[in-house]
């Protein structure tokens, strides 16, 4: 792998910028609504010593940001690369979420462009897991373009296996 998994990604809304062991406050600040995490396949992950667990293994991914609003100047969420494949030529984007006051204003269509844009640099492929009730995410990735392919079974990271379905989105179709 000869690229940056964590780059700082920016565009006029969001600032994109390498998740650190000293950002676990403001992060849990916006994952601390329950309403976060209803549709999630781990329902629980507002709760501190739960998040924790995501935060530890964002952090051990080497590969995840955080969102900041850049109109506020505040932490509104978390994403992700990870398992890049380099016989496939594919990266998983995903561990996305944002804090309810970032819903409905663009924000992930807005952050998985600068994602996208700038790993098709680099992959032909972008696989993303979404939880097989999480309809809001369904929907979201959707609109992106992504294709559903698949389910499986998915164990996060210091969690149980939950069923996902596989999105994917190719560098042609992105492009087109």
């Known amino acids: 792998m000869n690229f940056n998994l964590q780059p700082i990604l920016e565009n006029n809304l969001v600032i994109l910028k390498p998740l650190s062991e000293n950002d676990f ?16 396949p781990n329902k629980n992950r507002w709760q501190r010593e739960v998040f924790q667990t995501f935060f530890d293994g964002a952090i051990q991914s080497k590969g995840a940001f955080k969102i900041i609003d850049k109109q506020t100047n505040q932490v509104i969420g978390s994403s992700r690369f990870y398992d890049f494949d380099d016989k496939d030529l594919s990266i998983l984007v995903g561990y996305t979420f944002y804090a309810t006051n970032s819903w409905g204003k663009g924000t992930n269509p807005s952050v998985k462009k600068l994602m996208f844009d700038y790993i098709f640099q680099f992959v032909d492929k972008i696989y993303l897991h979404v939880g097989a009730d999480n309809i809001r995410s369904q929907i979201a990735v959707q609109r992106l373009g992504c294709t559903k392919i698949q389910e499986e079974l998915v164990a996060y990271y210091g969690e149980e296996p939950k069923l996902n379905f596989v999105y994917e989105m190719t560098k042609e179709t992105w492009y087109k």
């Open 25 to 40: 406050e403001e992060l849990y600040s916006a994952a601390s609504d329950p309403k976060v995490w209803e549709q999630h």
